[in-house]
Every structure is written in C-alpha cells, then in structure tokens.
C-alpha cells in the first residue's frame, strides 16, 4: 500500500510537468505528464511526489528515489554533534524575519481567508517562520531539493511544477544563492503568483560559501532588487546585520588554515564562544544606511507587477553610505 501523499487533493490539481507545464496524472506510485510528446514519469517517494526536469536541473529523480544526499541531509549529524551545536550558541541572528513574515501573513490574510503559500527550500523551517508555520489560516505548500521534516514535494526552482497563477504567496528564504540561475527562479515565482500575490526573499550577501559546491551566488542590496524588477516593492533592506557578517567572517578565516576534520570542529566551537556576541550589534546597525553596504543578508517582500524596473531607476534607489 502507497502511503498518502503529503500535498492535498486541491494542491494536486494545480501541479504541471516541469518540463512541458502539462498536467500530471496521479497512477499509483507516481506521477505521469498526460502530453502525449512528453509522457515523462515522476516518482513518489514516501507520500512525496519528486517533480524534477532531469534536463536542466543539477539533481536526477533517481537522487532522490536512492535518498543520496542533494542539498544537505537532515540526519547524516550524529546526536553527540546535534548536542553540541545545540549547547553552543549561534553566530547568526536573524533580525527582521520574524516581523516581516508576520507583515506578510497580515498582508495576505487581508485578502483571502485561505492564502496559499509556496514555500521553496522548505523541508526544515525557516528563521522567523515559527508563527506564520502556526497559522492555521495559512495554507502552506513546503518544496525543497532535500528531504526534511516539512517536506511536501520535491521541486527545484528553476522548472516549479504548478500551473500560471497557482499561489497568493511565495517564500524563498536563504535560497537563491544556491540555485545556477537565480534569474530563471525569479521568473517562475512570477509565474507561479495570482496576479496580486507576494514574494518574500531573504538572500545572502557577505556570507562566506555555506552549501559546498551548491552556492554560486551573493546579491547587493540593488543587485537583490533588481533580481525582483518584475515586482513592485513593498519593502526592503537587510535582514542579517554587519555584525553578524564580522562572526561569519572571524570563523571563516581562521578555517581557512586546515583542512583537518578534527580542527575545524575545535576552531567552530572556539568562534561560536568568542565571536557569538558580535550580532547582538545588529539590533543597533540593521537600519543604519552603513549596513545596507555591510549586511550579512538582506531581504524583498513585493507584488506581482506588469512593469519592469528600469536599471536607471533602481540605481536611484542606493540608500548606503557609500
């Protein structure tokens, strides 16, 4: 017997091959496109159906159909490691996220009693997300390219498997510095929006690489918003402040010395106990125009929009101290 499938029957009706936007027909343990040219067959692995364009995506159904390790794996930490990372404390602070998405669950509930939000990179919960995941008002869809403990379905971002229109809102959080073609994403999230719906981003910028050979990518604040110039802003600025990017940084460099398993454990645990406190200066910095020029991540809630942002408009934007 197949176990139930995580996604809701309504959810199911909007989903679409991800290589010719078809429909998906649901045949036992998987999902087949009904184009006639395509016919492509996707799995179903545990209840959660894998919608992956083997032609232009870096994973294969079979990554997930054999559970290899893709982006990360939510189990491959022993509990001694899961212990001390728990006791140590963080060198991240995220400032704004918690508030921001509750501005952005008070601007859809607004509009719509049942807000149907795409959340993708969604297998483990976000910063911040803690009270809009609680809401049951919320109608959350949660992808990833991993398996985790939220996982609803298996997509990449570049071909999202759903019909134009499919969502009030979607949430891409510490995501798009992990995708080839940040660009492609951008442009599907536009898609894949009614056309009032919300994107919320949050986005990396002096942060060192974090995903091994999947990160390919860091943004400006302008660069951030220009990535979103099919939207109309809503609001704006850094997320992750400049200290917070000194802790990262005073890490990084004294790994940067070996390669050694054994070092590096002893190193992250000696910069989580000396360098922890340098985000608390964030509370201070995260509005400053310096940390605009400075901050460790930023983020872009915005409205689907009919217009583009021109590049000499988005320059008139720059509210740095530069």
């Not at 016919?39 to 159904?61: A, H, K, M, Y």
């Not at 190193?267 to 125009?289: A, N, R, V, W």
Request: proline share 4%; aromatic share 10%; glycine share 8%.
């Amino acid at each position: 017997m197949q176990p139930q499938l995580r996604i809701s029957p309504t959810v199911q009706e909007l989903l679409r091959c991800p290589r010719c936007h078809a429909k998906l027909k649901h045949t036992g343990p998987q999902f087949e496109c009904t184009n006639s040219e395509c016919q492509t067959l996707f799995p179903i692995v545990d209840g959660i159906p894998v919608l992956i364009n083997e032609r232009s995506s870096v994973f294969s159904c079979e990554d997930f159909v054999s559970h290899r390790k893709t982006f990360f794996s939510s189990t491959r930490d022993g509990k001694l490691k899961k212990t001390v990372r728990r006791l140590l404390p963080t060198l991240s602070k995220n400032i704004k996220g918690r508030k921001n998405y509750g501005r952005l669950s008070d601007l859809l509930l607004k509009q719509l009693s049942s807000p149907r939000i795409l959340v993708l990179g969604g297998s483990i919960l976000g910063q911040g997300m803690e009270d809009l995941a609680n809401n049951t008002a919320l109608d959350l869809v949660e992808s990833d390219v991993a398996f985790g403990p939220r996982i609803m379905l298996i997509c990449d971002a570049h071909d999202i498997p759903f019909e134009n229109g499919s969502f009030d809102g979607v949430i891409i959080q510490a995501v798009l510095e992990h995708v080839a073609d940040p660009y492609r994403c951008v442009e599907e999230i536009h898609r894949v929006l009614n056309d009032q719906g919300v994107v919320y981003a949050e986005t990396p910028f002096m942060q060192q690489v974090h995903g091994g050979r999947y990160d390919f990518t860091r943004f400006t604040h302008l660069g951030h918003r220009r990535l979103f110039r099919r939207f109309d802003e809503i609001d704006s600025g850094a997320v992750c402040g400049p200290g917070m990017a000194l802790a990262w940084s005073c890490q990084y460099f004294l790994l940067s010395f070996t390669t050694s398993k054994t070092l590096r454990a002893v190193i992250e645990i000696f910069t989580h106990l000396t360098s922890f406190y340098l985000k608390y200066f964030d509370h201070y910095l995260i509005d400053k125009p310096g940390a605009l020029d400075a901050a460790s991540g930023y983020y872009f809630m915005g409205r689907k929009g009919t217009q583009v942002l021109s590049d000499q408009d988005l320059i008139k934007l720059y509210k740095g101290a530069g």
